[in-house]
């Protein structure tokens, strides 16, 4: 299997990237940074250097010609400010969606967020930043949904740490508040890139009692 993600060089890419090129995949991160370049080659990954927010969906298209599936882990992160949740989280996410659909590439694995949703009130979090994050995210989220040309599935974590997976999670609809270990959101999205039947679901993910595998199976 053939994987690119964006946002490469994220904590949860860098994850993925080394799970899939253990087991003898192919995969390779799209970053903007050069100097990230080594960090994705110890991970086993190919990098592609693209800025998102600056280029087009056929020249993106170009980089996912051949690949299996595209998963968008690309974030502004932090200290970034509104606008920059919109050209990245939200355009970011969209221009990935218009390349695959361009390159043939059906499979798209979206990492959102809880409580992601492109109505969002003002009131939703403590502030104005973050509620713009959640608006884009919601909006990308909401304009993937529609697309039948991508066997698409979105994937909303709680509250990321970085303590050691425990390959236990609780997946649902709604899960409620609660934090789930990045490793163990890098193996959620392992586990939806091999499973077929998460196509056009989308859930919160935090951690809990179940083997990864059971709680997919019994959404």
């Known amino acids: 299997m053939r994987v690119v993600i ?4 994220g904590k949860i890419a860098l994850l993925l990237e080394r799970l899939l090129s253990q087991r003898g995949d192919s995969v390779a991160g799209l970053i903007r940074n050069t100097d990230h370049t080594a960090d994705l080659s110890e991970a086993g990954a190919e990098a592609i250097v693209v800025d998102l927010e600056n280029t087009s969906a056929d020249e993106l298209a170009g980089h996912l010609a ?7 882990a690309a974030g502004a992160g932090a200290g970034s400010g509104a606008e920059r949740k919109r050209t990245l989280d939200r355009d970011g996410a969209i221009l990935l ?6 390159a043939g590439v059906r499979r798209y694995v979206m990492v ?3 409580g992601a949703d492109a109505d969002a009130p003002d009131d939703v979090a403590d502030d104005a930043v973050m509620v713009a994050y959640l608006r884009a995210k ?3 989220d909401d304009d993937i949904r529609r ?15 970085d303590d050691a997976g425990i390959g236990r999670v609780q997946i649902a609809d709604k899960t409620g508040r609660n934090s789930i270990p990045r490793a163990d959101v890098a193996a959620v999205l392992l586990a939806v890139l091999d499973d077929a039947e998460t196509a056009g679901r989308t ?3 935090v ?5 990864i595998a059971d709680a997919l199976a019994a959404r």
């Open 66 to 72: 051949g690949s299996d599936a595209v998963v968008f």
């Open 138 to 140: 919601g909006a990308a």
């Open 203 to 205: 859930f919160e993910v």
């Open 97 to 102: 969606a218009d390349a695959a659909e361009a």
């Open 147 to 161: 697309r039948d040309t991508l066997d698409w599935t979105i994937v909303r974590p709680g509250l990321l740490t």
């Open 112 to 114: 959102s967020a809880m």
């Open 6 to 9: 964006a946002g490469g060089h």
């Open 207 to 211: 951690s809990g009692e179940e083997p």
